[in-house]
């Protein structure tokens, strides 16, 4: 059996989704390599807890490794493309979480429309930096969106196929209370609030449907040629410094909390998205699809698989119930495989197969940037009040 060796920069959250998701693959060996951190001694627990080989103390050194076939990059957004570009000089094949870029580390004083535009140019020159690395290299960009992957998504393709009808509307919306990362809550190390954040996924979804729509249509794939947003720091607003923040997550800087955008096709079909950091009851991911003869609905979290009821908030012990959410009491969704459902077990399965067998994943350098892509353009429009054409190839 071919076995993948897989290197991990980064040892937090998703380095812990990544690393399950390939202990289930099957089909194809994987071996857990090696582990680096920007703390040592955390490098050093993620390996003893998932039997990784070795803890190497930079990722300039686990890059180095020669037996390393591919990397997951786990690390803050900022440091993605970096990382990408080095790796894929190394000849390693690359797993980046989402973003994939952006632009990082503040505009020298710039404010407003013109510093959307000078963003979005940064954050196309990064993409284009990766992009020439990837291919120059000829390594494989597997481009971590678990939507692609999750069951709800998989099985609407599945009836997309066989009913044959035409997408003319998606809905989708991943929205939750707040990320307690500091790097996330400020513009110079994320990049962006939650259009980037979290409507990295719902973007991504739309565009792979309409891709995958015009694929099984013979058409080639439909792309999106412009988008139309409105972005609001709600932390900023009247509301929130009358009632205070409540259960919401503060302590925001410089970034959206809230976010809005229509994304229009080749084919004149629209994308509707919603991604918010200002919404209590756990993480929101939800998609509606509306065909020219069916609709599809799929609600990823929270869901009704199960429910669990108990007035004491000690009850169930450390035991997980669903990500983000804020009270252990009343009435509760309750996850019973949030990583399954959400598609991350998949995710690897597809990625450790294409790079054995030297294709490309579901989801890959393509959608990646034209994520990127659409993020940015959404950003100007919010600034300068208008519809913004892509014009990418």
Known sequence: MTTISVGFIGAGFSAHLHVEGLKQVHGVGVRLAAVTAGRAERAATFAQAHGV??????????????????????VPNALHAPIAVAAAKAGKHIICEKPMTGAFGGSAGLAGAERARRERERA?????????????????????????YAP??????????????AIIDIRAEESHSGSHALRSR?????????????????????????????????????????????????????????????????DWQDVETWSNLVIGFEDGTKAIITASFAMLGGVRNSFEVYTTNAVYHGAMTPND????????P???????????????TGWISVAPDEDWVRGYPQEMQDFVEAIAQAREPASGLALASSVVDVIYAAYVSAEEGRRVDLDRS
């Open 53 to 74: 080989a070795k803890v190497c103390a930079s990722w300039q050194e686990l890059l180095a490794e020669p037996d390393i076939d591919a990397v997951c990059l786990c």
């Open 124 to 148: 196309l020159a990064s993409v284009a930096e990766i992009e020439s690395a990837v291919r120059e290299n000829g390594v494989r960009f597997l481009y971590a969106e678990n939507w692609i």
């Open 152 to 165: 709800a998504m998989a099985k609407t393709k599945r009836l997309l196929k066989q009913a044959k009808g």
């Open 186 to 250: 400020r513009r110079e190390t994320a990049g962006g609030g939650a259009l980037l954040m979290l409507g990295s996924h719902p973007i991504g979804a739309a565009l792979h449907l309409k891709a995958y729509e015009g694929e099984i249509a013979g058409t080639g794939p439909i792309r999106a040629r412009s988008v139309t947003a409105e972005v609001a720091a709600l932390y900023d607003s009247d509301a929130v410094r009358r009632a205070g923040h409540g259960w919401l997550v503060s």
């Open 305 to 312: 698989g199960l429910t669990a009821f108990t007035p004491d």
């Open 314 to 328: 000690d009850a169930f012990g450390t035991e997980y119930l669903h990500e983000k959410i804020e009270t252990r």
